[in-house]
């Protein structure tokens, strides 16, 4: 159970493009979810959290209009990156948990790269 | 704001050896998460620490934190190639369980065969 779904695995795109990334709770509901970003042997660094039905609350630091979060249902997340750039190519990864005191669930990522 | 300080960086066992990783807080830890990372692949989960003094094992993986919940040790015994990848300890960000986690900056095992 607590399965977190992550989709597209692999994206590339074009500098001035939007990219757009989901998350999915494929088993259970979600009424927060975090996204976080991944440099090249660093580790996570925690950009904001997504919650259902408000807005997102976004990390010190992390530009809310260069990093759109919608959460319009209880098992789905998107983050959207807006006029992409090469510095915005990163592992980007999402996060959810089933209830309130278990550990977080991780989709498999996605890997962004802006030509 | 918490930061949590892993040690070593980077590991390089022969298959069979044990090891140890460590996790240390700069404020009392109210929940202690360990997860493992393949590169370029979402976080697998290991263990989940609350309480001081509590240890916890999975097949050949325990994971510990010290009675004043500021630090965590990790030990793999007898590794196999399997167990390389990136370990990761994560803690709650804050007194309430808001679920966000923040991480420590990861430790790579390698494990010769």
Aim: charged share 15%; net charge positive.
């Amino acid at each position: 159970g607590a399965v977190v779904s992550q989709h597209p695995s692999r994206v590339i795109c074009k500098s001035g493009t939007s990219v757009k990334i989901e998350c999915r709770s494929l088993d259970f509901q979600a009424t927060t979810m975090f996204w976080y970003r991944q440099f090249p042997k660093q580790s996570l660094m925690l950009m904001a959290t997504s919650n259902e039905g408000s807005k997102a609350t976004y990390e010190q630091g992390v530009e809310k209009d260069k990093f759109l979060i919608n959460h319009a249902s209880l098992t789905l997340s998107t983050l959207t990156v807006t006029s992409a750039h090469p510095e915005d190519s990163s592992f980007y990864i999402c996060s959810a948990s089933n209830t309130p005191n278990s550990p977080l669930h991780f989709g498999n990522g996605t890997r962004l790269t802006v030509t | 704001s918490q930061e949590l300080e892993q040690s070593p960086q980077s590991l390089i066992v022969q298959e069979g050896k044990n090891l140890t990783i460590n996790c240390t807080s700069s404020k009392t830890l109210y929940g202690l998460y360990w997860y493992k990372q393949k590169y370029g692949e979402g976080l697998i989960f290991l263990m989940m620490l609350q309480k001081g003094g509590e240890e916890k094992s999975h097949e050949k993986i325990t994971a510990k934190l010290d009675e004043k919940k500021q630090q965590s040790s990790l030990h793999i015994t007898a590794s196999q190639p399997s167990h390389a990848g990136i370990y990761l300890c994560g803690a709650g960000s804050g007194s309430g369980n808001t679920g966000k986690l923040i991480f420590g900056q990861g430790t790579t095992l390698q494990v010769k065969p």
